[in-house]
């Protein structure tokens, strides 16, 4: 009759133990929101600052007033969709493809994702420009071939930014894409074929829909990085593929810091913006690929 009262008497004794276990760890992540707060949270608002200018919002009014910015801003975004569709494009079928696959097979293709995340995106970028330019590999094998008579623009203009922030970025697609897609059960292809579903019909009405997080996921990720992507513009863009985030950097480089914080900012806020309208509708944990 004693022993249930003694059991519950340790039980109660034992609760406060995983409140001290937590306590141990908000001690332990201090150094790091120190080093966030110094190095992140604090420039940002220096940067905020800065871009107020004097007279106030006299650095926004010479952004939003000027065609030119206007147009770059535009046309960064019009880019970073590009990208984003380019990456759903060729991801989806690569995503779709790991996850149907057996074990050793999924490894590869894994790794083949993976290896280029190791790689830095200057060499990559120098890499590709190597292809594109007017005397590279591509333009090359095409006039020995005959098949084009003078080299084609694929670079220092929106089609090589495009290509070259693609292959970057395309792994941000696949991974939410693999993870959604691996809870996805293979009996329902087959069930909704043999209830008469065409092929196309169960794709589009079984498959696609319950993958749709993890295209929502994989979209923002792509978009929102595409947005202030710097070395691809600089290396590939040139001056009709040129984006915000290279223009803020030759501002800061005329030493317009003003005006340059302001871009900044509104690119931040943006962005921000983004974040925040698609956790609405997809979890943080899907948008890093979690399951």
Known sequence: MTSAPASAGVARTARPRPRRRLDGWALASLPGLAFLGVFFVWPLIQVLMKSLGDPLLANYSAFFSSSGYVAILGQTFQIAAMVTVSCALLGYPYAYLMSRVGSLARIVLIGVVLLPVWTSFLVRSVALQTWLQDTGVIN????????????????????????????????????????????????????????????????????????????????????????????????????????????????????????????????????????????RFVRIREMVGGR
């Open 140 to 279: 090359t094998v095409l006039q020995s071939l005959g098949l084009i008579d003078a080299p084609l623009p694929l670079i220092r203009n929106t089609f090589g930014v495009t290509v070259g922030m693609t292959q970057i970025l395309l792994p941000f697609m696949i991974l939410p894409l693999f993870s959604v897609m691996l809870r996805v059960r293979p009996e329902l292809i087959p069930a909704a074929r043999s209830l008469g579903a065409t092929p196309v019909q169960a794709f589009f009405r079984v498959f696609l829909p319950q993958t749709f997080p993890g295209l929502m996921s994989g979209g923002l990720l792509v978009f929102v990085t595409a947005l202030g992507f710097f070395i691809v513009p600089a290396i590939l863009g040139g001056t009709d593929g040129s984006m915000l985030s290279k223009l803020i950097v030759d501002l800061i480089g005329r030493n317009q810091l003003g005006l340059a914080a302001a871009m900044a900012t509104v690119l931040l806020a943006i962005t921000a913006l983004l974040l925040g309208l698609g956790s």
